[in-house]
Structures are given as structure tokens and as C-alpha cells.
């Protein structure tokens, strides 16, 4: 298929970093492999979505994390069948041994130190599809958690926001992304977007599965699972208050450095929907403009000058 006559647009699509690798995945020219890290987002993706669809009082159950560790892996398999891809030979190598291992530290700890925050929330759906359109442009997608958040515990909203709806991304990347990156993240960008000017399919009870307009303009959160693993030496570094302390070997991270929240401005989300429409514009077009880098950005000298679409100040902004 020539990728000018694509009907939904995929959030991937918007921020892959590599616009020819999207080319080529839209004219159907990609590899069958699944590597290790792929595998490993995806591992930990099934397995919040397991422990989500139970209540929370039943999430400290002793054998709860490894159950949702074999259905991860058994969710894995028959996705994969399902796409026709393969595991390396390096991924099924890690998937016999050292990834669920990792697993279990992360979603021990996932359990442990959010399972009373959650409490408090109210579970709408994991991966739920969302879809939109804007200017006969049709944007389709996946969000990996949604709640209400009335009571505001995980700080998405700002004070006195109406609503509590807050989407969660799981992220499994080696390094966090800077405030540079996460102000321009589309991918994000187009969640956000979709929940206030789209539908989303979540489960209606008896009734099943029904298309649904949240009307609202979601909290976000990148939640960076690595950072759920203790820390391996000794560090000081601002605490969840604000305060710098020693942390030592083995002590939690703050939970700032696992839940990153992105405050998009609502005053900007027409020019934010029309970029999004450009980009899409553009590939129609045979131009495949690359994205922003998510290291490179914070670094650029031209930063302060670069469109984004919140308001909350970066790291080093007077």
C-alpha cells in the first residue's frame, strides 16, 4: 500500500524518530524479528494490564506478580503469532532467563508503591483503542492506562482543573526523558488531543464494548518503569518533597522519577491538532520530516525558540 492513501494515522506513525522506517512499515516492508527490548516493553505492558484488571485490595495476593508475569509471557507468544514475527534468538534466550527476573523486581515495586494511590482512582480501561479526526485526517491509537482521578493523588491536574480523567503511558527506556522532549512529545500530544476531541472504546459492563467521548482534556503521565528498580549505589538527590537527601543502595527512587508528568496548554491544542495534520500532509506528500531528538533537544541552541505545547518550565528556563 502507498502510504499517501493510509486511511488512520497511528500515533507511531507521528513520532517514530526515523520518518523512512514509517515509509517503509506503511508499504508493509518491515521485519519479522522481535529483539530483546521490544519484548521487554512488551512483557511489561501485558503485565500492568493483568494487574490493572483486578482491584487493587487483591494486587499484594502473594502470587499475583508472577501470575501476571505468565500471562505476559503467554500474551507475548500469541501476539507475535498473531503478526507474524519471531523472537531473535537473544530475546528468547531472555525471555527463558533474565527478563522475567527483571520483571518481577518492577512490578513488585509497581504494586508495593502505587497499589494505595490507585486506590483512590477510579480504573476505566487498559490498552484502550482512541480515535479522532481533524480536517478530514483520521488519527487512530492505543492508551496504555485510563482512570479518574478526582481526588488529583498522581498530580496530572493543575488546582482547581475540572475533571479527574488522567491517562498513564508505560515506558521501558534506558534513559528518562528530559522536559525538552516530553514538551514536544506528539505521541503524547495526540493522546491528549484525542480524549477531549475523539472516542475511546472502553468496556460499558453488560453491555460490553461501546464507543465513548470523554469530552475532557486527560492529565498525562510517562510513567519510566526502570526507574521502579532501587537504587545500586549511593546518590543524594531531591526527595519526593522537594528536599535533598542521601539515598542509599537498595532505597526506592523518588516517584518523581517514575511518574513524569506532561501539563499540555489548552490554549494551544488547535495549533497543536494542526501540526499534527501538517505532518500528515507532508507525508502524503513524499516528505518524511525527521522528529525532535529526545536527548538533543535540551541541548540545542535554538530550544528557546522551538515550538511546544505546554507552559511548565524546562529545566534551566529563568
Request: aromatic share 10%; hydrophobic share 35%.
Given at each position: 500500500?502507498?502510504?499517501?492513501?493510509?486511511?488512520?494515522?497511528?500515533s507511531?506513525?507521528?513520532?517514530d524518530?526515523?520518518?523512512a522506517r514509517?515509509?517503509?512499515?506503511?508499504?508493509?516492508?518491515?521485519?519479522?524479528?522481535?529483539?530483546?527490548?521490544?519484548?521487554?516493553?512488551?512483557?511489561?505492558?501485558?503485565?500492568?494490564?493483568?494487574?490493572?484488571?483486578?482491584?487493587?485490595?487483591?494486587?499484594?495476593?502473594?502470587?499475583?506478580?508472577?501470575?501476571?508475569?505468565?500471562?505476559?509471557?503467554?500474551?507475548?507468544?500469541?501476539?507475535?503469532?498473531?503478526d507474524?514475527?519471531?523472537?531473535?534468538?537473544?530475546?528468547?534466550?531472555?525471555?527463558?532467563?533474565?527478563?522475567?527476573?527483571?520483571?518481577?523486581?518492577?512490578?513488585?515495586?509497581?504494586?508495593?508503591?502505587?497499589?494505595?494511590?490507585?486506590?483512590?482512582?477510579?480504573?476505566?480501561?487498559?490498552?484502550?483503542?482512541?480515535?479522532?479526526?481533524h480536517?478530514?485526517?483520521?488519527?487512530?491509537?492505543?492508551?496504555?492506562?485510563?482512570?479518574?482521578d478526582?481526588?488529583?493523588?498522581?498530580?496530572c491536574?493543575?488546582?482547581?482543573?475540572?475533571?479527574?480523567?488522567?491517562?498513564?503511558?508505560?515506558k521501558?527506556?534506558?534513559?528518562?526523558p528530559?522536559?525538552?522532549?516530553?514538551?514536544?512529545n506528539?505521541?503524547?500530544?495526540?493522546?491528549?488531543?484525542?480524549?477531549?476531541?475523539?472516542?475511546?472504546?472502553?468496556?460499558?459492563?453488560?453491555?460490553?464494548?461501546?464507543?465513548?467521548?470523554f469530552?475532557?482534556?486527560?492529565?498525562?503521565a510517562w510513567?519510566?518503569?526502570?526507574?521502579?528498580?532501587?537504587?545500586?549505589?549511593?546518590v543524594?538527590?531531591?526527595?519526593?518533597?522537594?528536599?535533598?537527601?542521601?539515598?542509599?543502595?537498595?532505597?526506592?527512587?523518588?516517584?518523581?522519577q517514575?511518574?513524569?508528568?506532561?501539563?499540555?496548554?489548552?490554549?494551544?491544542?488547535?495549533?497543536a491538532?494542526?501540526?499534527?495534520?501538517?505532518?500528515?500532509?507532508?507525508?502524503?506528500?513524499?516528505f518524511?520530516?525527521?522528529?525532535?531528538?529526545?536527548?538533543?533537544?535540551?541541548?540545542?541552541?535554538?530550544e528557546?525558540?522551538?515550538?511546544?505545547f505546554?507552559t511548565?518550565?524546562?529545566?534551566?528556563?529563568?
Amino acid at each position: 500500500m502507498k502510504p499517501e492513501n493510509t486511511e488512520e494515522w497511528h500515533s507511531t506513525d507521528l513520532t517514530d524518530h526515523c520518518p523512512a522506517r514509517v515509509r517503509l512499515r506503511l508499504q508493509g516492508k518491515i521485519s519479522n524479528r522481535a529483539p530483546t527490548a521490544m519484548v521487554r516493553g512488551m512483557l511489561a505492558g501485558s503485565a500492568l494490564e493483568y494487574i490493572h484488571a483486578h482491584k487493587t485490595e487483591h494486587w499484594g495476593h502473594e502470587d499475583m506478580v508472577w501470575k501476571a508475569i505468565d500471562y505476559a509471557a503467554y500474551a507475548l507468544r500469541e501476539t507475535l503469532e498473531e503478526d507474524n514475527r519471531i523472537l531473535t534468538d537473544a530475546a528468547e534466550k531472555a525471555l527463558k532467563a533474565e527478563l522475567p527476573d527483571e520483571l518481577e523486581v518492577v512490578i513488585e515495586s509497581y504494586v508495593r508503591r502505587l497499589a494505595p494511590l490507585f486506590a483512590k482512582t477510579s480504573h476505566v480501561g487498559a490498552e484502550v483503542p482512541i480515535r479522532c479526526s481533524h480536517s478530514g485526517v483520521d488519527f487512530a491509537s492505543h492508551l496504555d492506562l485510563v482512570i479518574y482521578d478526582p481526588e488529583n493523588v498522581f498530580l496530572c491536574k493543575d488546582e482547581g482543573h475540572a475533571g479527574g480523567l488522567t491517562v498513564f503511558d508505560w515506558k521501558w527506556r534506558k534513559d528518562t526523558p528530559s522536559k525538552a522532549y516530553l514538551a514536544r512529545n506528539q505521541q503524547f500530544l495526540l493522546y491528549w488531543l484525542a480524549c477531549k476531541h475523539g472516542k475511546a472504546q472502553i468496556d460499558d459492563g453488560d453491555d460490553g464494548k461501546i464507543w465513548f467521548a470523554f469530552n475532557e482534556h486527560p492529565g498525562m503521565a510517562w510513567v519510566h518503569l526502570p526507574s521502579l528498580k532501587p537504587y545500586t549505589r549511593k546518590v543524594i538527590t531531591k526527595d519526593d518533597e522537594g528536599n535533598e537527601r542521601e539515598f542509599k543502595k537498595g532505597d526506592d527512587r523518588p516517584l518523581r522519577q517514575v511518574i513524569r508528568v506532561i501539563k499540555f496548554e489548552p490554549s494551544r491544542a488547535e495549533d497543536a491538532m494542526r501540526s499534527l495534520c501538517k505532518k500528515v500532509e507532508m507525508y502524503k506528500n513524499g516528505f518524511w520530516p525527521q522528529n525532535p531528538d529526545p536527548v538533543g533537544c535540551g541541548i540545542c541552541e535554538a530550544e528557546d525558540f522551538c515550538t511546544r505545547f505546554d507552559t511548565v518550565q524546562l529545566e534551566g528556563d529563568e
